[in-house]
């Protein structure tokens, strides 16, 4: 299924009832669909803050499918050019005076989802992600 | 959505979240906790047993509460995260940062101790 959000915060529930949706759809366990939808948030979260000049413009385009036991989501843009995945990661060791929030919503896309990947084409941010519904993470 | 609702339980100040804490819900949750502290509520309970999702976003709410409430010495625990919840604070580590209870009884009687 494929959807198109806005860039406006207020996407983000529609985000969240659309991966509703297609996890009922597919009989997802709920942890995975809560898993790809926090990826995808921090992601069109990202695009929403600094993706665009212009802090209404652009249009996110997302596009969910399954195949076997792999999710694949698929998130594009035409904000300027960005590599979620060059961020640095950030250190999730500090003491509370210490910490800072940034970067870790890009951690979180690694560290739940089984593959990232990001290519730039025909003017559009493309990243991919892919999720097995028989993970344990 | 979110909902937050005050309640007060043995005195102790408890902030019950329904919903969703993400990008759309983050600045409501921020000025409801500065508004609470600008009070001096005291020791403060939030109880997470209805909070369906957060993202980073609300981290971003928690740490500056964690922040607010060291500097006026008072206790700020998490009482009751689902999984999904409790995964985001793991992965991020702040549950090594934050107090978290697994039920608002257990904060409650920590808060006593």
């Known amino acids: 299924m494929k959807f198109f959000l806005q860039n406006d915060s207020g996407e983000l529930q529609r985000l969240a009832a659309e991966l509703k949706d297609f996890g009922e759809q597919e009989k997802l366990p709920p942890k995975v669909v809560q898993q790809v939808n926090v990826a995808l948030d921090e992601l069109v979260t990202n695009v929403m803050l600094y993706g665009y000049d212009d802090p209404s413009a652009g249009v996110i385009e997302v596009e969910l499918s399954r195949d076997g036991e792999n999710i694949t989501a698929v998130l594009s843009d035409d904000g300027r050019p960005f590599d979620p995945f060059q961020a640095k990661i950030p250190d999730v060791t500090l003491p509370i005076e210490d910490r800072s929030v940034g970067g870790l919503g890009v951690y979180f896309v690694r560290k739940l989802m089984d593959e990232y990947s990001y290519a730039y084409e025909n003017g559009r941010n493309i990243v991919r992600l892919t999720k097995r519904v028989d993970g344990d993470s | ?113």
Do not use: W
């Open chain 2, 1 to 113: 959505m979110l909902e937050i609702i005050d309640e007060t339980e043995n005195g102790v100040a408890i902030c019950r979240f329904r919903g969703r804490l993400d990008g759309s819900t983050s600045t409501q949750a921020d000025e409801h906790l500065i508004a609470l502290a600008g009070k001096e509520v005291g020791d403060l309970v939030l109880d997470f047993s209805e909070l369906e999702y957060m993202s980073s976003a609300g981290l971003r709410v928690l740490l500056m509460a964690a922040k607010r409430a060291k500097k006026g010495k008072v206790r700020l625990m998490l009482a009751g995260p689902q999984e999904g919840v409790k995964q985001v604070l793991e992965i991020s580590g702040f549950a090594s940062i934050l107090e978290i209870h697994p039920t608002r009884e257990k904060a409650l009687q920590a808060m006593a101790s």
